[in-house]
């Protein structure tokens, strides 16, 4: 078996082991923490560099060659994302330790670190696994640890959040578990590859009904409307660290996962236009929900449901561009989103809350902090020369080129909804950093630098601002990013490189 193909999830699992063994040494738990996610990383690295060409590596679990073994694959799109999830899960956990060395967090480290890494490793097997059965128990994984990480520090808000999530997740595993069922019992097969071959002499209707079916599963987990109530009541509830990496994660996985078995098992045509009606709806739903909250962990929370629309509107376009435009969407957001939340989880150690109806004066507290806050939000707003900016125009121009009526609806709903994004980042700007600040936001601030949990604070001020210059980054290899998001989609569309690795002449 190619090794690093195992090492995204296989370390995790035995660092959480290993940070479960070292429950009474907290250093020695970060220390085995940051190592596992350091490996990760290098490795998803070195995976981008061998499938950047179009390359798809994919290799067998114990020598049982697919369709029958356990297949992993990697290709240039889960590459990318894998290389982007494991940056941004090594700082989230840098801004958790930060958190902790200064006592300023109410979550329980003795479970934190261990629970964190298996979602890891389910986050990261959700990528690379090459078979339907194995891409529902990297779900599984991954929701598990997350069911447990959400009820960190709990509250009766956070017990609350966390049984109406548990609920919708376990709803969508079973319908998951249903859809398995149903391939299995049309084409006798759940690897991916081999259910691309055998579907193609399944008749329509019953294709039809598959691909709604798992666009319904997957719809649930990514929050598209009318299937998104859930998101906002749950994410804004929980502990910082907590919120920001499932914005930025864990509804991507599920677009991942919508992506890889729209183009590769059902080809697109199929749903195409449901998909557009949902990106329209989830753009515009999303969106005005963020117009009237008054949190900015809310408003945050249905920012994001309203730009997982951008994603499913380029996947709808079943085009090359389209699919291209929806991966830079992709790592664009993740990055975006994770930063949003850490900013708001510092805005929270200098005030208390996230509420604007008492918050005013951000930027004379903390001048970083503003511009923490404005770069990534006028990114998320798609303001060039940003990276949300370099997304949005991809997707609109594959947009134009794909054409009809209901594509250009779908347009202008994408330039409203980037509209109203600007307005309400301008009201959380305007009501929450200027002004004069509150007298107890400023004795906040000097207790803060003064006390012991200063270090603790320099620590997620600093990986807050590394996460911030990694969304500049990706701007700045925006050009890069595009030609490597052009090739994926070829080979997404395709199909036929990504078969030919797991089954190689055909299976034949």
Same mark, same amino acid.
Request: net charge neutral.
């Given at each position: 078996?190619?090794?690093?193909?195992?090492?995204?999830?296989?370390?995790?699992?035995?660092?959480?082991?290993?940070?479960?063994?070292?429950?009474?040494?907290?250093?020695?738990?970060?220390?085995?923490?940051?190592?596992?996610?350091?490996?990760?990383?290098?490795?998803?690295?070195?995976?981008?560099?061998?499938?950047?060409?179009?390359?798809?590596?994919?290799?067998?679990?114990?020598?049982?060659?697919?369709?029958?073994?356990? #297949?992993? %694959?990697?290709?240039?799109?889960?590459? *990318?994302? @894998? =290389?982007?999830?494991?940056? $941004?899960?090594? /700082? &989230?956990?840098?801004?958790?330790?930060?958190?902790?060395?200064?006592?300023?967090?109410?979550?329980?480290?003795?479970?934190?670190?261990?629970?964190?890494?298996?979602?890891?490793?389910?986050?990261?097997?959700?990528?690379?696994?090459?078979?339907?059965?194995?891409?529902?128990?990297?779900?599984?994984?991954?929701?598990?640890?997350?069911?447990?990480?959400?009820?960190?520090?709990?509250?009766?808000?956070?017990?609350?959040?966390?049984?109406?999530? #548990?609920? %919708?997740?376990?709803?969508?595993?079973? *319908?998951? @578990? =249903?859809?398995?069922?149903? $391939?299995?019992? /049309? &084409?006798?097969?759940?690897?991916?590859?081999?259910?691309?071959?055998?579907?193609?002499?399944?008749?329509?209707?019953?294709?039809?009904?598959?691909?709604?079916?798992?666009?319904?599963?997957?719809?649930?987990?990514?929050?598209?409307?009318?299937?998104?109530?859930?998101?906002?009541?749950?994410?804004?509830?929980?502990?910082?660290?907590?919120?920001?990496?499932?914005?930025?994660?864990?509804?991507?996985?599920?677009?991942?996962?919508?992506?890889? #078995?729209?183009?590769?098992?059902?080809?697109?045509?199929?749903?195409?236009?449901?998909?557009?009606?949902?990106?329209?709806?989830?753009?515009?739903?999303?969106?005005?929900?963020?117009?009237?909250?008054?949190?900015?962990?809310?408003?945050?929370?249905?920012?994001?449901?309203?730009?997982?629309?951008?994603?499913?509107?380029?996947?709808?376009?079943?085009?090359?561009?389209?699919?291209?435009?929806?991966?830079?969407?992709?790592?664009?957001?993740?990055?975006?989103?994770?930063?949003?939340?850490?900013?708001?989880?510092?805005?929270?150690?200098?005030?208390?809350?996230?509420?604007?109806?008492?918050?005013?004066?951000?930027?004379?507290?903390?001048?970083?902090?503003?511009?923490?806050?404005?770069?990534?939000?006028?990114?998320?707003?798609?303001?060039?020369?940003?990276?949300?900016?370099?997304?949005?125009?991809?997707?609109?121009?594959?947009?134009?080129?794909?054409?009809?009526?209901?594509?250009?609806?779908?347009?202008?709903?994408?330039?409203?909804?980037?509209?109203?994004?600007?307005?309400?980042?301008?009201?959380?700007?305007?009501?929450?950093?200027?002004?004069?600040?509150?007298?107890?936001?400023?004795?906040?601030?000097?207790?803060?630098?003064?006390?012991?949990?200063?270090?603790?604070?320099?620590?997620?001020?600093?990986?807050?601002?590394?996460?911030?210059?990694?969304?500049?980054?990706?701007?700045?290899?925006?050009?890069?990013?595009?030609?490597?998001?052009?090739?994926?989609?070829?080979?997404?569309?395709?199909?036929?490189?990504?078969?030919?690795?797991?089954?190689?002449?055909?299976?034949?």
């Amino acid at each position: 078996m190619n090794l690093l193909l195992a090492v995204p999830f296989v370390i995790p699992l035995l660092g959480a082991g290993i940070t479960l063994l070292l429950r009474r040494s907290p250093r020695s738990k970060q220390i085995a923490g940051v190592v596992t996610l350091a490996a990760v990383v290098v490795d998803a690295v070195w995976l981008l560099w061998l499938t950047a060409d179009g390359t798809v590596i994919a290799s067998d679990a114990g020598g049982w060659a697919a369709p029958l073994g356990i #297949t992993l %694959v990697a290709d240039p799109l889960a590459a *990318l994302l @894998l =290389t982007v999830s494991s940056v $941004v899960l090594l /700082l &989230v956990l840098l801004y958790a330790i930060g958190q902790d060395i200064g006592g300023l967090s109410s979550a329980t480290p003795q479970t934190f670190h261990p629970l964190y890494l298996v979602l890891t490793a389910g986050v990261c097997l959700s990528f690379l696994a090459g078979d339907l059965f194995n891409l529902f128990v990297a779900f599984e994984v991954m929701l598990t640890a997350s069911y447990a990480l959400i009820t960190q520090a709990p509250t009766r808000a956070r017990v609350r959040a966390t049984m109406i999530y #548990t609920v %919708v997740g376990l709803t969508s595993s079973i *319908l998951f @578990l =249903t859809g398995i069922a149903l $391939v299995y019992a /049309l &084409v006798g097969t759940v690897n991916m590859a081999d259910i691309a071959i055998k579907l193609d002499g399944a008749p329509d209707d019953l294709r039809m009904v598959l691909a709604l079916l798992f666009l319904v599963v997957f719809g649930i987990k990514a929050a598209i409307v009318p299937l998104h109530f859930w998101l906002p009541d749950s994410y804004p509830v929980a502990i910082t660290r907590i919120s920001a990496i499932f914005a930025a994660l864990l509804t991507k996985v599920a677009v991942y996962a919508i992506i890889r #078995t729209q183009t590769l098992l059902f080809g697109g045509d199929d749903v195409s236009a449901v998909m557009l009606w949902i990106a329209i709806a989830t753009m515009i739903v999303g969106i005005l929900g963020a117009l009237v909250q008054d949190d900015i962990n809310r408003i945050m929370s249905f920012a994001l449901v309203s730009h997982i629309g951008f994603m499913i509107f380029g996947l709808a376009l079943n085009t090359v561009a389209g699919i291209a435009g929806v991966m830079v969407y992709l790592v664009h957001h993740i990055v975006v989103q994770a930063t949003m939340f850490l900013v708001n989880g510092l805005v929270r150690q200098y005030v208390g809350h996230t509420s604007l109806r008492s918050i005013r004066g951000l930027t004379a507290v903390s001048p970083a902090l503003a511009l923490f806050f404005f770069l990534p939000a006028v990114s998320l707003a798609g303001i060039p020369p940003m990276s949300g900016f370099i997304a949005k125009v991809a997707l609109f121009q594959a947009g134009v080129e794909a054409g009809g009526w209901l594509t250009w609806v779908g347009i202008g709903a994408g330039l409203l909804t980037s509209l109203l994004t600007i307005i309400a980042i301008f009201r959380v700007w305007t009501r929450a950093f200027w002004g004069t600040p509150l007298p107890d936001m400023l004795t906040a601030r000097a207790e803060l630098k003064r006390g012991p949990d200063a270090a603790g604070l320099r620590m997620m001020t600093v990986t807050t601002g590394v996460m911030v210059g990694v969304g500049v980054l990706v701007a700045v290899l925006g050009g890069p990013l595009v030609d490597l998001s052009f090739t994926a989609a070829h080979d997404l569309l395709d199909g036929g490189a990504y078969i030919e690795a797991v089954l190689p002449g055909g299976g034949s």
